[in-house]
């Protein structure tokens, strides 16, 4: 349940595939959309197309370390004010001036504490220029699941004069018909379900997928194995939706999906949906 009084945009940089995906699901939860990036070079053409209330950066990272990536951040006119706070596991004061003088708000030390990232979601500012999501869905009428069913979407469109949708409600109704999908099919939906356009790009990460039946195959089998048939299984079931996707791609963002790349974690439980776009959508 979301303990936070505002949605924030949560941009989380990390080498640490399994820190980062901890820290950014820890975000989530506490009710703000969250993205995840594994090095430097990639959390700074990230954050131009995901535009972050706030960025938790790791510090010692191999390609861009956090000190490099913040002080090229804050020659971005769009990044100057961004909060941005970085995270080590070095308990080291002189890499923490470092840090400090490159640009960061705050150095939290790893493992950050609950009441720390708590703390400093509170303290985010959002302008009116960077208006987060949550302020977005009170005026388009967004669900409060991030949810948009295709016929309100629209009618939406239809009764606005720039006939587009935005990016936020663009994203909102492409996880109601994957959802939609899933309790057609499955008989169930997932736990939670986000997308987000970046670029020519659509990435859409589902938590909470796998039925009971699949865990206990998972656990049956070697995690290998249990991984690539439930994978098959999965990747099949979307074959049979992906006409109605590349639909509503084209529909809510008028560009075609070119290809689709799919992977699941029986771990975590979390599938990954990516599709490479026709171009970068142009959104209300």
Known sequence: MPTTDKTLRVLVVDD???????????VEELGNQVHVTYGGAQALEVATAFR???????????????????MRLRRIPAFVRTKIVAITGQKDEELKSSAMKAGVDAVFFKPVALAEVKAVLASVVVSDAGQSPKRAKARTGLRADGRLPIDEARRIRHERNSKTLTQAESEAAICDVIVRFQEEYLGWSSERIHAHFMKDLLVVRIFGVLTPAERKLAKSLSPEKGRDLIKQFRKQLLELARPMLDSLVHEVASVKALSMHHDISTVTGEEVVLFSLSGKPDFG
């Open 16 to 26: 640490n595939r399994d820190g980062a995906h901890a820290l950014g699901l820890l």
């Open 52 to 70: 972050p209330d706030l960025m938790l950066v790791d510090l010692v990272m191999p390609d861009m370390d956090g000190c490099g990536l913040v």
